[in-house]
């Protein structure tokens, strides 16, 4: 079946003014003006008003729940289908997080195909906080380079709660992870969850000055702050992901900043930590509270980047949308609406908020009403 979004403002995600959008079979198949009648039997879906995005692209979303550090009682659920159309999101990477004792890879692999059954596009980290890693088959690579899902790893450190692995025991792992990438044909990513330790980047520049390993294997995430050792991350190449967290206005001003300290914004990534927990610490690394982060918080970034910091739409929705993309090596089918990529597509109003999501080509949201839900959502 075709179908026709008519007269929309595209945004792919640089600014391309008016236009209409066909796609079939889950793929972009034209993009211009006039379409209508070149496709007379297309289903029509009036654009006017509206600002055609691509579907944001989320990379550190805790799919199993996340959290676990107060006791049982503080596992997050895991997450629904609902959250993420709402938050118009259309791909997703899950990943575990503190608790790789109770969560498991083959619950997280199993989450993931699940999204995928019911209408998004999901993929998955093997690993945990922990060193050496959590997997599903028992090796580190054969996750990787034979589970379609998994794209890498996921590692914590500088946190008081990781197993602060060694330098020589992150260089095996980024090792392991290339060569299972270059077999399995994978991004081959390692998402280093950053803590508010001491050392913060300073093993991974250490690793980049003393071996030939690509920067694009290391992908540090829960940036702060810019200053020293990431804004010399950023500059050698390397890929900064910001979280959204509780405070998507703090957050946009983060990423604002980073840009006026000379940071390319074509470094920078944004994720929402969706379903992980979002614990306080005393000064004696005691925990005094804890709350669950919202995939919504995306978005609210992306509204707080443009209203706020004054930074135009195309280049705040590249940081969920083309940056993520091109740093998961999707280029060409996901994080931009042209020909050929997958129709993966928001529509936001004059509001700058998400009336229509669409995900595969299929419609999952409609004017603010779910079309779909999760196999068990009421």
């Not at 990943?95 to 993931?112: F, H, P």
């Not at 380079?145 to 095996?172: M, N, W, Y």
């Amino acid at each position: 079946m075709l179908t026709l979004i008519e007269n929309v403002h595209l945004y792919q995600p640089e600014d391309r003014g008016l236009a209409d959008i066909l796609f079939s079979c889950g793929k972009i198949v034209d993009i211009g003006l006039g379409l209508s009648s070149q496709y007379p039997t297309a289903e029509r879906i009036p654009g006017e008003g509206f600002l055609a995005v691509p579907g944001y692209l989320d990379q550190h979303v805790h799919v199993t729940g996340g959290g676990g550090e107060g006791g049982f009682k503080t596992r997050v659920p895991e997450l629904q289908l609902s959250q993420c159309i709402r938050a118009g999101v259309t791909t997703l990477v899950g990943l575990l997080g503190t608790d790789g004792i109770t969560r498991s890879v083959e619950n997280l692999v199993a989450k993931t195909k699940a999204l995928n059954e019911e209408g998004i596009t999901a993929y998955c980290l093997t690993g945990s906080y922990e060193y050496p890693p959590v997997t599903l088959s028992g090796d580190l690579k054969k996750d990787i380079a034979f589970i379609h899902e998994v794209l890498g790893v996921k590692i914590a450190i500088s946190d008081h709660r990781c197993s602060q692995p060694t330098k020589e025991e992150l260089i095996r792992l980024v090792s392991d992870v290339r060569m299972a990438a270059l077999i399995g044909g994978k991004p081959g990513i390692v998402t280093f969850h950053l803590g508010r330790g001491k050392a913060q980047l300073g093993l991974i520049l250490e690793i980049l000055s003393e071996t030939d390993l690509p920067i694009k294997h290391f992908r540090p995430t829960h940036i702060r702050s810019v200053q020293g050792q990431a804004l010399q991350f950023a500059q050698m190449g390397g890929y900064l992901d910001f979280t959204a967290g509780i405070n998507p206005r703090e957050t946009a001003n983060t990423i604002a900043k980073a840009a006026e300290a000379g940071v390319p914004l074509s470094q920078i990534t944004l994720s929402s930590d969706s379903n992980g927990s979002l614990p306080k610490w005393n000064d004696k690394n005691e925990m005094v509270g804890i709350e669950a982060a919202s995939m919504d918080a995306l978005h609210e970034v992306i509204q707080a980047l443009v209203l706020e910091e004054n930074m135009n739409i195309s280049d705040a929705l590249s940081l969920v949308t083309s940056n993520v993309s091109r740093a998961l090596e999707f280029d060409g089918v996901k994080g931009k609406l042209e020909p050929g990529c997958d129709a993966d597509l928001l529509l936001w109003d004059q509001n700058l908020e998400i009336s229509t999501v669409i995900a595969k080509g299929v419609i999952l949201m409609q004017e603010g009403q779910l079309k779909v839900r999760g196999t068990f959502e009421k």
